[in-house]
Nanobody, 123 residues
Framework: QVQLVESGGGLVQPGGSLRLSCTAS?????IAWFRQAPGKEREGVSC????????LLKDSAKGRFAISRDNAKNTVYLQMNSLKPEDTAVYYC???????????????????WGQGTQVTVSS
C-alpha cells in the first residue's frame, strides 16, 4: 500500500523548534514539505531528492529550517528552528516516484500526499 505517514507537529512557543518526519512506504524520487495556513494558499517549504540529497528551501525558511533524509528508513525530516507565529500551518509531505516537469513547489508535481500535521507557534 502506497502511504506517506507524517509525525512531529505540535504547539511550540516562538523561537522554539520542532522536527517533522515523513515516512514513505515506497521508494521515492523526491519528497517535499508544503504548508497551508488558514485563508492562505498552500506553499512549498522544502524538498529533497532521494538519490543525491539535492535539496531546496523556501527563502523565508533559509537559516531556520533544514531538510534531511534517511534512505534506510525511507524517511525525510524537516527540522524547524527559530519558529515564528507566521509558521503556523498544517504541514504536508508529498512524494513523487519519478521526476516531473512541474517545479518543486508546484503541488501538481506530487502524486502522493500525507495526511498533514498541525504546527502551531504561539505564546
Amino acid at each position: 500500500q502506497v502511504q506517506l505517514v507524517e509525525s512531529g507537529g505540535g504547539l511550540v512557543q516562538p523561537g522554539g523548534s520542532l522536527r517533522l518526519s515523513c515516512t514513505a512506504s515506497f521508494d521515492y524520487y523526491r519528497i517535499a514539505w508544503f504548508r497551508q495556513a488558514p485563508g492562505k494558499e498552500r506553499e512549498g517549504v522544502s524538498c529533497i531528492r532521494s538519490g543525491d540529497g539535492l535539496y531546496l528551501l523556501k527563502d523565508s525558511a533559509k537559516g531556520r529550517f533544514a531538510i534531511s533524509r534517511d534512505n534506510a528508513k525511507n524517511t525525510v525530516y524537516l527540522q524547524m528552528n527559530s519558529l515564528k507565529p507566521e509558521d503556523t500551518a498544517v504541514y504536508y509531505c508529498a512524494a513523487q516516484s519519478i521526476a516531473s516537469p512541474y517545479g518543486w513547489n508546484d503541488g501538481r508535481a506530487y502524486r502522493y500526499w500525507g495526511q498533514g500535521t498541525q504546527v502551531t507557534v504561539s505564546s
